[in-house]
């Protein structure tokens, strides 16, 4: 039986089409084209192009779901609340739990980013500048404050920052066509450089930088219409992703050799063969504006799942109160910026990443199976689609290495024997004490 949620302040519905589009986009554009696709080609060499259609594909699943879910509920929390509303306390809390983990590690991966490809580019500008777990902390406090300005303010800022990422990748594809016609020959040879478990592991990794559409779904509360809107706004959001990513790793994996692959190495490769210095400011730019769109809709993300947890007492309850001002849940806000400035400062960029993966895509194999539990009256798509997300997402989440695996297994349990304290609390503070 799913536990009551006591009534709480709502958030204002104040984010339309556009504006959701945008927060996906924000969400996804980011750590993806600019780390994923170089440490995945790293694993998988050439093959990166195939692991990037097949993250599609098991993404397009966990899309449509996310998007029948939240057409059908559309409050703040994403796959926490519809755990609770379609399948059991425990899944609830896991899926929540989840995520708080999962998108604080990729938070402080794009924090971490940010820091390196500015560092990067001041360093072209022959600047003294260093990279530093300084920088991202500052970025980090930053887009805490935009935040918390209010969904309306982050939303301008969001916009903003997503224009000058897709301007610098377009200029990126359009470079990369150019010179595939040009002096640069297709290295796709051997193609499956990694071998099939490369290229699942590299799909794993891929996946996680198109997740960004449960920003969409977290937001809920804060779209209008919701029932037309959020579907809408994730299938757009999908394709757009889908086709630059599948872009970027075609070109990457023509441009470079299969051992010249890095963090972000495609494009700083790209950029360097070209003397037009407003091009490689225009890439430098788009690195740094894609980090910081990650990470500005990480924090609206993650603040409202912690929002939802501290509505259910599942989190210290300070955490439900919302700003009347600005209309923004202020504690989670500050709580979440807490949990990734953490990981910030004691992250490595792959290790995050890779344990983000594994937590993700327990999180969305939740998503699915709550998906299949909704009444056919709620249904948009057909089952086989929730049905192929959640065995891809359990096939998926194991294809990292065991070490990430059991550390991901060990939070969980942590987690639900948290959950399981903090029911028994509130079932004993709700009986009161025995009759004298």
Avoid at 184 to 198: L, N, Q, Y
Wanted: aromatic share 10%.
């Amino acid at each position: 039986m799913n536990d009551a949620k006591p009534q709480h302040a709502q958030l204002r519905r104040q984010v339309g089409l556009w504006g959701a589009v945008f927060m996906g986009l924000g969400a996804m554009i980011g750590t993806g084209v600019f780390v994923s696709i170089g440490i995945a080609a790293g694993i998988a060499g050439p093959a990166v192009i195939l692991a990037t259609l097949l993250a599609a594909g098991v993404a397009a699943c966990n899309g449509l779901s996310s998007a029948q879910l939240a057409a059908a509920h559309p409050v703040s929390g994403g796959t926490y609340e519809y755990g609770y509303k379609y399948l059991n306390p425990q899944l609830g809390f896991t899926a929540g739990w989840m995520f708080l983990l999962a998108k604080s590690a990729s938070a402080a991966t794009a924090a971490l980013g940010a820091a390196f490809y500015l560092s990067d580019f001041m360093r072209r500008l022959e600047l003294s500048w260093r990279f530093g777990h300084e920088v991202a902390v500052a970025i980090v406090i930053l887009l805490t404050i935009v935040v918390l300005l209010g969904v309306r303010r982050s939303n301008h800022v969001n916009i903003a920052i997503v224009s000058v990422t897709l301007l610098a990748l377009g200029a990126f594809i359009a470079k990369g066509v150019y010179l595939s016609f040009g002096e640069m020959k297709p290295r796709w040879s051997p193609f499956f450089t990694g071998g099939w478990s490369g290229t699942l592991h590299a799909t794993t990794l891929m996946f996680v930088a198109y997740t960004g559409y449960g920003r969409i779904a977290t937001l809920g509360e804060e779209v209008r219409e919701p029932a037309r809107t959020i579907p809408r706004a994730v299938v757009a959001t999908m394709i757009v992703t889908a086709l630059i990513y599948c872009a970027v790793a075609a070109i990457t994996a023509t441009a470079i050799d299969a051992e010249d692959f890095a963090l972000g190495g495609g494009l700083s490769f790209l950029a360097n063969m070209s003397e037009l210095t407003p091009f490689t400011t225009l890439i430098a730019a788009g690195a740094v504006t894609a980090m910081l769109g990650v990470l500005l809709n990480l924090i609206l993300g993650l603040s409202r799942v912690l929002l939802a947890m501290g509505r259910r007492a599942d989190m210290p309850t300070m955490f439900a109160k919302v700003s009347e001002r600005h209309s923004s849940p202020q504690h989670s806000i500050i709580g979440v910026s807490a949990i990734i400035l953490v990981f910030t400062l004691l992250g490595d960029i792959k290790l995050s990443w890779s344990f983000s993966a594994f937590t993700v895509l327990i999180y969305y194999s939740i998503t699915n199976l709550a998906a299949l539990r909704q009444p056919p009256e709620e249904r948009r798509y057909p089952r086989w689609i929730a049905v192929t997300g959640l065995l891809a997402c359990l096939f998926l989440a194991f294809q990292v290495d065991a070490r990430t695996w059991l550390v991901g297994l060990g939070m969980i349990l942590a987690g639900l024997g948290w959950h399981t304290l903090a029911r028994a609390k509130r079932l004993a503070e709700t009986e009161g004490p025995p009759p004298a």
